[in-house]
């Protein structure tokens, strides 16, 4: 069973570690994951992405966390945090596996890194992207309240990714029925 610092009805978030290196190269590896953010990347690249995001927790306190549902362990992806590259902002970002893709889990562990950022963290604003062709995406961060503000070039696919923002502010004054809320600890 894993330790999750964080928890929502059905997602529990760890963070990564050395020891995740065959769950960090099914999710990355994967062309159905990662193909229209660059990938799929070699065992190799992905040892890289693993080491970055364990640097980033360890330095900043947050990372594409692993997700796991709740009622087995079993890992689902990750959704979580990355500095923006040109921007002050923090980026939320989701990946998962895609057998578990359509059921609901990018949404609800989405909806409790959005929590988390505005309360535990006190960020003032977050952005996102996603890949033209992913308009599943889009939808997803539409609905938990971000707003579509440009395109920007991505440099690993060449393409203008639509760009989102999401203000404290936004988020305090949204009330939509759903949004749910993560609790903290293990």
Not at 19 to 26: N, Q, R, S, W
Not at 78 to 89: E, K, Q
Not at 120 to 146: C, D, I, W, Y
Request: charged share 25%; net charge neutral; with cysteine.
């Amino acid at each position: 069973m894993h330790a999750y610092f964080m928890r929502s009805e059905r997602v529990g978030f760890g963070t990564w570690s050395p020891a995740d290196l065959e769950f960090a190269i099914a999710l990355w590896g994967d062309a159905r994951v990662t193909g229209l953010i660059g990938g799929p990347f070699t065992k190799q690249q992905v040892r890289e992405r693993l080491e970055l995001e364990i640097s980033t927790q360890e330095s900043a306190g947050f990372q594409y966390w692993p997700i796991f549902r709740l009622r087995d362990d079993v890992h689902l992806g990750c959704c979580g945090l990355r500095r923006s590259p040109g921007d002050d902002a923090l980026e939320i970002g989701f990946h998962l596996l895609f057998e578990h893709w359509g059921q609901g889990y990018a949404s609800e562990a989405a909806r409790a890194v959005v929590d988390h950022a505005f309360g535990a963290l006190g960020v003032e604003e977050l952005v996102a992207g996603h890949h033209p062709k992913n308009r599943v995406s889009g939808r997803l961060l539409e609905r938990l309240g971000f707003r579509h503000v440009s395109e920007k070039l991505y440099a690993p696919t060449g393409l203008l990714h639509p760009s989102y923002r999401l203000t404290r502010e936004q988020f305090a004054l949204d009330k939509r029925p759903g949004l749910g809320r993560a609790s903290i600890g293990t």
